[in-house]
């Protein structure tokens, strides 16, 4: 076999900042994600002047990736004649997994061995981690390096392991999606779910049918602040643009060459506003529309009549020429199916094929976008609700609305792709600091991302196999620029690069920050604006033997949290944390992380109501949604109410579909004044306040004796509250009956679907 031989000259590098011409030892590899073993050895690779590369031909990409990532800082020279000290690419075709990589560093030689080019680019990904950040940014100046010895041998243990980037909503740079392409392939991701085509803008070039980027591409306004907002507000700004097929043949190449595959999604039967507005032909009306100008669901879809389908194969034709992926997606989410069932033209269809209902229309529009995609030698993706009415063939499913559409077409024999909004949506909040950047809702912080189990519990070992891996999604809406992608990407992004690279036996959470905080420095060199949260403080409320505490903690070591209780923010010169903090009143506390110097994070504060219901016992006819359990129970009834955008927080616990039956025991006989807690009302979210709360008391174990119905206001507000007010009223025991809403109406975002219900403290004066 023909051996390539690349001579240059390394310059020293270090982990740590150090004076020129001394030389660097890297202590503790801080590897994300972390591989499946890893066993430091006795002695160091000593990189100088004389290194060079060795590779086979197969393993030439990854060889000129390392020359290349290595040249941004260095003048490389070549000999005829290669030193001793190398590093070397060699093929082991005994490896157990394609992507799967052994590197081994010696005193005298750094050896990666692969069973072919994937996988060792994914070595090269993981030597990367093991060189100095200053690389990545050439500020590097250092002259000599030693690494210690070490061996890695590592595969991943999802096959798909992706990210996914809706341009849609807000249009970004071609070098961006480049450098989101970078981090993905650092983070040895596979997969990049490009969401190309919505209500709200057509994103790529078409030639056949130019009015979706003359027309289609282009939005009049955009909505400013928040969909829940009322009135709504627009800023009168035109908004749009499209990737050229240049552009993109261009992205997928550079793609591509990191190993990461681009799929792209044309979203239908729904989310097709834009292209109606292009061309109303091919709507349900035939009556023009404009682009869509806010977020949300809306009632244009596609019809089903042949001009559709003509137009769409079309369409497909040319994305195929663009995207060589195996798959394609095709979208089925929150189609509405409102204009199908005042359409003749649907109708007629629905009767002609013999379907019962619009949801079995839906299926045969999936089954024959496939039917088309397979002739071309391609399958389909599609949100889990293309499983209503039947599955297309062959169609793989990635699973949003929680893990039940995972388990239905993993049991049907379908691959899955795991990817629910509890764990992988990267446009909910991600800290409970009310100063975070304007977001959609919800709460998704990084511990809880980390912790996502792909693998669903309620499937056997023979279903497991169809569940082929997981992705993070980040959807634009309020995403306008590239920084705030970044901030909301990251450091989630690199969770999920665990989650579905690494062995669960391998993964712990206090490692992972610790190793995070290190990988900070290479996201800053890198020019990655990542949210940091490692210096917050998180609380929690205890209670043991009827006395209450409050405990802080923060996710880094070696740092001290300093604290007040009189209101004032916490200094150097604040009393040190050492001990959970006793709650004997309502007490406001301030807290912060601080090293020997200055203040590091922001001031937490925490506000607690000392209630007549706190640390009392409290039941519930049925549990919270897993998704949504927050601090279990108790969190209703401990002093702590919930914030006011994070309807996913610890605070608020959400209930999916189900009525809901709360009873307190107060313990004793107890006057009773008033009664008070919050509802999140955010309908664009499936989020719904109930009408009105049954209220229930006793004086003894029959909560029945007295009864009330009062009605939930703010109704139309984003937060709906229940206030009720007693005269002369004692009780030992409370029971408040709270109805779901039910169906959501057509019409409304997630029709057809079960409602939220989420709900705050319960504050008993």
């Known amino acids: 076999m023909q051996i390539n031989k690349l001579l240059f000259i390394l310059v020293g590098f270090g982990l740590f900042f150090s004076c020129k011409n001394e030389r660097i030892v890297i202590e503790k590899p801080n590897i994300i994600p972390i591989p499946s073993s890893l066993k430091i050895e006795a002695g160091q690779y000593n990189l100088t002047a004389n290194t060079a590369i060795n590779f086979d031909d197969d393993f030439k990409a990854s060889a000129a990736f390392l020359k290349a990532y290595l040249s941004k800082s260095f003048q490389i020279k070549t000999k005829k004649e290669a030193p001793t000290n190398t590093i070397s690419f060699k093929k082991d075709t005994l490896l157990s997994k394609a992507e799967g990589y052994k590197l081994r560093i010696t005193p005298q030689l750094i050896s990666i061995s692969a069973a072919n080019n994937k996988g060792a680019f994914y070595a090269v990904q993981t030597l990367r981690q093991l060189l100095p950040a200053t690389l990545e940014n050439n500020t590097f100046e250092d002259e000599k390096i030693n690494i210690p010895c070490l061996t890695i041998e590592d595969e991943p243990q999802y096959e798909y392991r ?59 306004e955009t909505l400013v ?23 993109i043949k261009d992205i997928v190449k550079y793609a591509q060459d990191r190993h990461i595959t681009i799929i792209p999604e044309i979203e239908m039967p729904g989310h097709s506003q834009a292209v109606i507005a292009s061309y109303p032909k091919l709507g349900c009306t035939l009556s ?29 034709d040319e994305v195929l020429e663009l995207f060589p992926s195996e798959n394609i997606h095709i979208g089925g989410d929150e189609a509405p199916k409102t204009r199908w069932k005042t359409c003749k033209d649907c109708q007629r269809r ?43 063939p062959n169609a793989t499913v990635m699973s949003w609305r929680g ?67 997981a ?48 990988f900070n420095k290479r ?139 709360i009873t307190i025991d107060l313990g004793a006989i107890t006057k009773i004044n008033t009664i008070k807690t919050r ?38 507000s984003l937060l709906s509250k229940f206030n009720v007010k007693f005269e002369g009223l004692s009780a030992s025991k409370i029971r408040l009956t709270i109805p779901n809403y039910g169906t959501i109406p057509e019409g409304k975002q997630g029709a057809g679907n079960k409602a939220w219900t989420f709900i705050d403290e319960i504050i008993v004066k």
């Not at 949300?296 to 089903?304: A, D, L, M, P, S």
């Not at 923060?554 to 740092?559: D, F, M, R």
Request: glycine share 6%.
């Open 162 to 220: 992706g990210m996914h980037l809706d341009v849609s909503r807000h249009l970004f740079s071609v070098n961006f999606i480049k450098k989101y392409i970078d981090a993905l392939a650092l983070l040895k991701m596979n997969t990049f779910h490009w969401h190309l085509t919505d209500d709200q803008g057509w994103r790529i070039e078409i030639k056949n049918y130019p009015e979706l980027n003359t027309i289609g591409a282009y939005r009049k």
């Open 225 to 247: 602040g928040h969909y829940n907002d009322t009135p709504h507000q627009f800023d009168g700004k035109k908004y749009g643009g499209f990737y050229t097929q240049d552009e």
């Open 288 to 316: 023009p529309v404009e682009v869509a100008t806010k977020w949300g669901v809306f009632e244009e879809i596609y019809c089903t009549r042949e001009a559709t389908f003509t137009f769409l194969e079309q369409v497909l």
């Open 350 to 392: 629905m009767k002609t094929e013999g379907l019962k209902d619009e949801q079995e229309l839906q299926s045969y529009f999936i089954k024959r976008i496939e039917n088309y995609l397979n002739s071309k030698g391609r399958q389909i993706i599609g949100w889990d609700e293309i499983l209503e009415g039947g599955l297309a």
């Open 403 to 469: 893990i039940e559409g995972a388990i239905t077409a993993a049991k049907a024999q379908h691959k899955v792709v795991m990817t629910p909004t509890s764990h992988s949506y990267f446009d909910y909040y991600q800290s409970d600091n009310e100063e975070e950047p304007l977001a959609i809702g919800g709460f998704l912080p990084l511990e809880k991302v980390y912790h996502f189990n792909p693998m669903p519990e309620a499937l056997n070992k023979a279903q497991q196999r169809y569940i082929i891996g």
């Open 471 to 518: 992705q993070g999604n980040v959807w634009t809406e309020y995403m306008p620029t590239e920084a705030q992608v970044e901030y909301m990407a990251f450091p989630r992004m690199l969770a999920m690069s665990e989650v579905v690279w690494s062995q669960a036996k391998r993964k712990n959470y206090s490692d992972f920050i610790s190793r995070l905080e290190h």
């Open 523 to 661: 996201l800053k060199a890198l020019d990655i604006n990542y949210a940091n949260h490692l210096y917050e403080v998180e609380g929690e409320l205890q209670s043991k033997n009827n006395k209450l505490s409050y405990s802080l903690k923060t996710l880094t070591t070696n740092k001290t949290i300093r604290y007040t209780l009189d209101g004032n923010r916490p200094t150097l010169n604040s009393k040190i944390y050492d001990a959970a903090i006793p709650i004997l009143k309502s007490t406001t506390i301030k807290a912060a992380v601080f090293n020997t110097e200055k203040q590091l994070g922001q001031t937490f504060l925490e506000t607690i109501n000392y209630h007549k219901a706190v640390g009392k016992k409290i039941t519930l006819n049925t549990t919270p949604h897993k998704a949504y359990s927050g601090s279990g129970k108790d969190g209703l009834i401990n002093g702590i109410s919930g914030s006011h955008s994070r309807y996913g927080d610890k605070e608020w616990l959400g209930f999916w579909g189900d009525d809901l039956e």
């Open 679 to 716: 509802f999140y009302n955010a309908n664009g979210q499936w989020l719904y306040a109930p009408e009105e709360v049954i209220v229930e008391f006793s004086e003894d174990c029959n909560v029945k004796d007295k009864r009330q119905s009062v009605k939930v206001k703010n109704r139309d």
